[in-house]
């Protein structure tokens, strides 16, 4: 018995809609693997022009006049040194915002207001925080184009994600813990820094890493403070052989950063110094891509391990 | 002293203790108020001495920007023009492909390819801008010569091509995430209606989801807007009051750049000039990010 003819249409409507999800399926799964497919033929190509430049010589030479000799000591040590005060200045200060606006904050208008800042301060572009330093940090404070204006800056600029990346770890330590520790007598202190905020350091470490990762290819703040990119001496050293062991000149260093140091390269008409900036930017997108990839690891790891 | 005396001693330094701490950790909340506090001074301390010398007609109306010439003009618009332009491009390319792909992402891909992708799609944000600048004038402008034979090394199509597959990680995953939100009664009822599931994604979890889809917009403009090294690198630095792509054409970011790099005299003019056009990228950002973020909240509490 063959079907009447209201079926038959009815059908037909179903298959042609149905088509229509088939269409969209593949065209969302072409877009998606268009735009990943593109960026990893971009970084290849470039990874093919400056894979021969990276030698032994390359990571142990100054910038140099001439692009065959030039290398990228100062701005590798640069990038060393500027993370350090960055990651020194924004973890302790975002991990103990984060802590008290998750914590301790009471639901009122300054709470508002700081929350509203963060979220704010995330949004805003990153060459405005180096106007703010040029004008704060290098004139006002008078720290001058050195390291430490320059990791201060980073700071400021990371302090919104490790805000975030705290808060959003800690509010998945289930309540019952902290009662647990108060039942036990701790005080509000004790239960945050021996219970809350060890339980949820993988989320924050996330975080943490993400921020930096972001921060070592920050180029415009850090053009902005008038950083120098032609940089043939390194900072002085931060460990010395002899008492105090230690030294903090190297603070107030003149310093280049790595995606300086590729701007640059890649700013020049000739061709040679393309190849460096290739081999720069490939060596910056190893190093961001290991720390995001070592951020995603820990999430993914402790997701799984953790089951309150 | 009694043993109870010493117990309240101890009780009382420990209420101190907590209080100290409780402020400490206040303090490094509220830095967070200081930093946008002292953005704003300076910005517009330094904009207030540029007003000074130059009017704001002029700064609104003036079709050249040319301020560290003899003959200094200082009309912003050549530079708004280049913002808008290379933004325009940008957007071009992440609001459509962004909005198929996080469609795609939420209500086609099956569950291990989201698993997968999501963190490509981070990492792929995670790279740094100089090197998309790198590829927009290395790759792109060389690409897009074969095809207009006339294009110029420095453009703003290339350099907006590039932003624009930059900030698609960022359209799409807040887009996702709106679309993730809707609640999954809402599709089940579409699909007892007999929708298939193309129509349930256009017609219902889209529609359900517009503010926070519209908030991926806004953050996407914003964040084309005040982007730097791209533009920086590929677009030329050359104030040019057009709306052609084709041509080069400096931004407000990539003017900043360029009179960093060079060496201007702390509180000339034309160390002013770059906080004032600094303070018009900032008020630009702020009203889309405000915009966005209320949208943002809006779809948060819808259900």
């Known amino acids: ?308 | 002293m009694t043993p109870d005396a010493s117990r309240f001693a101890h009780r009382r330094l420990r209420h101190l203790r907590e209080r100290f701490i409780e402020f400490l950790l206040f303090l490094a909340a509220l830095s967070s108020v200081a930093i946008t506090v002292a953005i704003m001074v300076i910005l517009v301390r330094e904009s207030l001495g540029f007003f000074e010398h130059v009017s704001l007609v002029d700064f609104l109306t003036d079709t050249q920007w040319t301020p560290l010439f003899d003959d200094a003009h200082y009309g912003i618009m050549p530079l708004v023009s280049g913002t808008l332009v290379t933004a325009s491009v940008a957007l071009a390319v992440a609001i459509p492909l962004g909005t198929i792909i996080a469609i795609y992402l939420s209500e086609f891909a099956p569950h291990r390819l989201r698993e997968i992708i999501k963190p490509v799609l981070e990492l792929l944000d995670g790279i740094p801008t100089v090197v998309y600048g790198f590829f927009a004038l290395l790759f792109v402008t060389p690409l897009l010569q074969y095809f207009f034979p006339d294009l110029p090394g420095f453009n703003m199509l290339s350099a907006g091509l590039v932003m624009g597959v930059m900030i698609i990680p960022y359209v799409s995953s807040i887009s996702e995430d709106a679309m993730r939100a809707v609640p999954m009664h809402i599709r089940e009822g579409s699909y007892a209606m007999g929708a298939t599931r193309f129509q349930t994604a256009l017609r219902v979890v889209t529609p359900a989801a517009f503010s926070g889809i519209a908030a991926a917009y806004i953050l996407g403009i914003s964040r084309a807007i005040g982007e730097t090294m791209v533009v920086a690198v590929a677009a030329g630095m050359q104030p040019n009051l057009t709306w052609n792509p084709m041509e080069p054409a400096a931004t407000i970011t990539t003017y900043i750049v360029q009179v960093s790099l060079g060496d201007l005299p702390h509180g000339s003019l034309g160390y002013q000039t770059i906080f004032a056009a600094g303070l018009v990228l900032l008020l630009m950002t702020l009203f889309f990010n405000i915009a966005g973020h209320l949208l943002r909240k809006r779809f948060r509490e819808v259900y």
């Open chain 1, 1 to 308: 018995m063959a079907p009447d003819k209201g079926v038959q249409v009815m059908r037909a409507m179903i298959a042609r809609r149905k088509r229509w999800d088939v269409i969209f399926a593949i065209v969302g799964l072409f877009s998606m693997l268009g735009g990943v497919v593109t960026l990893a033929a971009l970084i290849g190509s470039m990874a093919m022009e400056g894979v021969p430049r990276l030698s032994w010589d390359f990571f142990t030479s100054f910038p140099s006049r001439h692009a065959d000799k030039a290398g990228i000591l100062s701005a590798w040590v640069g990038t060393t040194l500027v993370m350090l005060v960055t990651a020194l200045t924004a973890v302790p200060l975002g991990i103990a915002a984060g802590v008290y606006l998750e914590e301790y904050a009471a639901k009122n208008w300054i709470t508002d207001l700081i929350e509203i800042n963060v979220t704010n301060l995330a949004g805003v572009p990153s060459i405005i925080y180096g106007l703010l330093a040029l004008g704060l940090f290098v004139y006002q404070l008078d720290l001058g184009q050195s390291i430490v204006a320059a990791g201060l800056t980073l700071a400021i600029l990371i302090l919104p994600v490790v805000i975030v990346a705290t808060r959003e770890s800690i509010r998945a330590i289930p309540g019952t813990i902290r009662e647990g520790a108060f039942a036990l007598g701790a005080t509000k202190w004790q239960t945050v820094s021996q219970h809350v905020v060890p339980y949820s350091m993988a989320g924050i470490l996330t975080g943490v890493i993400i921020g930096l990762s972001r921060a070592i290819g920050e180029t415009a703040p850090i053009i902005t403070i008038g950083a120098l990119t032609y940089i043939a001496f390194l900072p002085d050293s931060p460990i010395k052989s002899e008492f105090p062991y230690v030294s903090f000149e190297w603070l107030s260093s003149a310093f280049t950063v790595m995606p300086i140091q590729m701007f640059n390269w890649v700013s020049r008409p000739q061709e040679a110094f393309h190849v460096n900036a290739a081999a720069a930017g490939l060596v910056l997108i190893v190093m961001t891509l290991l720390m995001n990839a070592l951020a995603i690891f820990i999430r993914y790891h402790f997701r799984k391990r953790i089951k309150w």
